[in-house]
Structures are given as structure tokens and as C-alpha cells.
T-cell receptor
Framework: KQEVTQIPAALSVPEGENLVLNCSFT??????LQWFRQDPGKGLTSLLL?????REQTSGRLNASLDKSSGRSTLYIAASQPGDSATYLC?????????????FGQGTILTVHP | EPEVTQTPSHQVTQMGQEVILRCVPI?????FYWYRQILGQKVEFLVS????????KSEIFDDQFSVERPDGSNFTLKIRSTKLEDSAMYFC?????????FGNGTRLTVT
């Protein structure tokens, strides 16, 4: 059974810092990995998706990497801003007959203070 | 791509009552999903729905739950007899490929 773990559980940084969020998964047979942002009481906003054949994806100040063989992904946020404060969720997708079934980590709560 | 829209945003119901949660409107999408998130816990997969049939369901999705597309566009999740532990955020998601796109959720409170 796939297990997804995110470290750290919470992170508080001053504005402007570069930071790294970590995600690990136990079964490397994944189809893709998706990073989400969740604001309090809100839905999930997709940030980046990395296919299993890819090593990284970039969108603006966000860069996600994937090391499938070691079961790890990182989300790098450059020049953090207070508006980046949210919970960041990592989810792995098994694919195949389980298309669309994501297994989520518990999230990293990020606070960026001015 | 348009976001997934869910109604209502918040539903309060008494234990034992039936509730129906909706995704509206959706067109030309084949894959739909329901997930839930109990407060303070991980987001959990409930069920996937493809081509008007359940393709996979989790152990959470027992006989109290059902899904359908009654009019070909709305996608609904029904809980027949709610329990206190059904209190959670319920998210509808869709994909036409990758990635999955989630709605803003319905907060269900069972009292």
C-alpha cells in the first residue's frame, strides 16, 4: 500500500527566503506526482505535475523535482512571499486501472511572514 | 480549463439524514472522482467514476455511499444515512487527462 510522507509538517520563514518542501513515497511504481496548494477551508489548487519519466517541472517561482527510484520529490519555492502561506500537499498517482486515484501526504503548513 | 464547481459549499445535517453533494456543471468530461478530508487529516480517495460507471472505490466507500450522473452533467455523491464521522470536506475532481482538478469542496457537518 502506497504511503506518502511530507517533511516538515510546518515551516515558518521570513519573506524572501528560498525554501524546500519534501515528499517521500514508499512505492516507486507511480504514474505521476502532483503538488497542490490548499488555503484554509478551501479546495486544492494544482501547482505542478511531474510525469514518472520526468525529473522536474517549473512554474514561475516553483520548481518540483522527482527522483522516482528513491521515492522522493521536492518542491522548491524561490523568493517566498506572504501570499505563499498555505498548506502544500504532495500526491502520487498510481495510474493504470487506478487512474485518478491519488494518495496524499499530510501536507506542509507554510507561513511566510513579512 | 474551467474549474470544478461544487454545491452547496456548506451542508449541515442531522445524523441519520440523507445528503446529496453535487458537482455542477460539467460537460465533456469522462473521469470524475470524490475525495474527502476529515479535519486535520489527509485527503482520502473515495471513488472514481468513468463512462457512467464506478471504476474503483476505496474501503471507505461502503453501502451508505453512492454516485451518479442523473442528467448527464451533474455528478452527485449521496450519503444515505449520515453518521457523525461523515463530517468532512468532500471534494469533487475531474480530469480529461492529467492533472486532476479539484473543486472548492463541500463542508459537511453532521450533528
Amino acid at each position: 500500500k502506497q504511503e506518502v510522507t511530507q517533511i516538515p509538517a510546518a515551516l515558518s520563514v521570513p519573506e524572501g527566503e528560498n525554501l524546500v518542501l519534501n515528499c517521500s513515497f514508499t512505492d516507486s511504481a507511480i504514474y505521476n506526482l502532483q503538488w497542490f496548494r490548499q488555503d484554509p477551508g478551501k479546495g486544492l489548487t494544482s501547482l505542478l505535475l511531474i510525469q514518472s519519466s520526468q525529473r522536474e517541472q517549473t512554474s514561475g517561482r516553483l520548481n518540483a523535482s522527482l527522483d522516482k527510484s528513491s521515492g522522493r520529490s521536492t518542491l522548491y519555492i524561490a523568493a517566498s512571499q506572504p501570499g505563499d502561506s498555505a498548506t502544500y500537499l504532495c500526491a502520487v498517482h498510481a495510474g493504470g486501472t487506478s487512474y485518478g486515484k491519488l494518495t496524499f501526504g499530510q501536507g506542509t503548513i507554510l507561513t511566510v511572514h513579512p | 480549463e474551467p474549474e470544478v464547481t461544487q454545491t452547496p459549499s456548506h451542508q449541515v445535517t442531522q445524523m441519520g439524514q440523507e445528503v446529496i453533494l453535487r458537482c455542477v456543471p460539467i460537460s465533456n468530461h469522462l473521469y470524475f472522482y470524490w475525495y474527502r478530508q476529515i479535519l486535520g487529516q489527509k485527503v482520502e480517495f473515495l471513488v472514481s467514476f468513468y463512462n457512467n460507471e464506478i471504476s474503483e472505490k476505496s474501503e471507505i466507500f461502503d453501502d451508505q455511499f453512492s454516485v451518479e450522473r442523473p442528467d448527464g452533467s451533474n455528478f452527485t455523491l449521496k450519503i444515505r444515512s449520515t453518521k457523525l464521522e461523515d463530517s468532512a470536506m468532500y471534494f469533487c475532481a475531474r480530469t480529461g487527462g492529467s492533472p486532476l482538478h479539484f473543486g472548492n469542496g463541500t463542508r459537511l457537518t453532521v450533528t
